[in-house]
């Protein structure tokens, strides 16, 4: 895939999954700016522009205009599901009022640019299918689902009325290390946890025994970070050659159950003390991709699975480890 010539922005590309992004996008060519209003992670995205600033800051919106980016990787915002039932004014606000900004300045541009959007499967909500197709209907059960499905509506509604053409791209479980970039501390998603857990010699939390699954734990479809960002190359790729927009589910095909996981990291990295707990409220049973859609459509398909993911982010931990938990 020959990129070069383009100009991206990648919002949020400070963090674990824009910074890996923002990577494959210059290994494929293509001239990188980074906004973020984290300080950046030393190393992460060496070679990319970087502005410290959020993403909807019109003054570096009319910057990167006068800059000639050509498009954006739009992975800024706020991205769990617990604290977004607590606090949804934060998602509300964050996730869709910020982007709605954010595509005010861009319609307003003389070349108007495309956008690559980091949807989410919590736009699904809990549905009664065993996989999942771009057809099932969206019905979020909690507030961050809902800040996803409403970005989609509006950039749907912003191509029909401003040229703004999208790929968004659903996410199931993004998971997975390489060498630029990992989880951060204190990450809240299972397999992180899991590690945290065993290098802070403490019991794994496992969240809910009751699920309507063969073992009682939730089911989910983990895709590497390096599969997610090859996507979001064919993404910038496609909407560079003048695509319509689209939506996509990027996952595997394949779920996993906690249990299922736990069972795989005994065998690759080794004992783990576990004790369960109540299940979190807003959590599916199951959330499992069909992806046919991208394959037929773009060729393309996950080429890691869930014993390279953990075997990846064992590699990882052990080089933090020392740092972080010692």
């Known amino acids: 895939m020959d990129l070069s010539g383009l100009h991206i922005c990648v919002t949020g590309g400070g963090g674990y999954i824009g910074s890996t992004v923002a990577n494959k996008l210059m290994e494929f060519g293509a001239r990188v700016t980074v906004v973020d209003r984290r300080g950046i992670v030393p190393n992460r995205t060496a070679g990319a522009t970087f502005r410290h600033a959020d993403y909807a800051d019109n003054d570096v919106l009319y910057q990167l205009a006068d800059d000639g980016v050509n498009g954006f990787v739009h992975c800024a915002g706020s991205s769990l599901v617990g604290p977004s039932i607590d606090n949804p004014s934060e998602y509300y606000n964050n996730n869709v009022a910020k982007t709605i900004m954010f595509l005010d300045n861009l319609k307003t541009w003389k070349n108007v640019p495309f956008v690559v959007f980091s949807s989410s499967a919590a736009v699904y909500g809990a549905p009664e299918y065993a996989t999942l197709d771009e057809g099932v209907p969206s019905d979020p059960i909690n507030p961050y689902g809902n800040t996803k499905m409403m970005i989609e509506r509006i950039l749907h509604d912003y191509d029909v009325a401003h040229d703004i053409r999208s790929f968004c791209f659903r996410y199931f479980n993004a998971a997975g290390a390489n060498k630029n970039t990992g989880p951060e501390i204190n990450d809240t998603h299972l397999i992180p946890r899991i590690f945290e857990a065993l290098y802070r010699n403490e019991s794994f939390k496992l969240f809910g025994t009751d699920y309507n699954t063969p073992d009682g734990t939730c089911v989910r479809d983990y895709i590497h970070i390096d599969d997610l960002a090859e996507a979001h190359c064919i993404g910038v790729r496609e909407l560079a050659d003048g695509s319509a927009s689209k939506v996509y589910n990027l996952g595997t ?66 080089t933090v480890k020392d740092v972080r938990y010692s």
């Open 253 to 318: 095909n394949e779920g996993y159950s906690n249990k299922e996981i736990l069972d795989i990291f005994l065998d690759v990295v080794g004992p783990l003390q576990i004790e369960n707990y109540p299940r979190r409220i807003g959590d599916p049973d199951s959330l499992v991709a069909n992806t046919s859609a991208i394959a037929e459509d773009l060729g393309w398909f996950a080429q890691k699975g869930l014993v390279e993911i953990i075997q990846d982010m064992h590699e990882f931990y052990m």
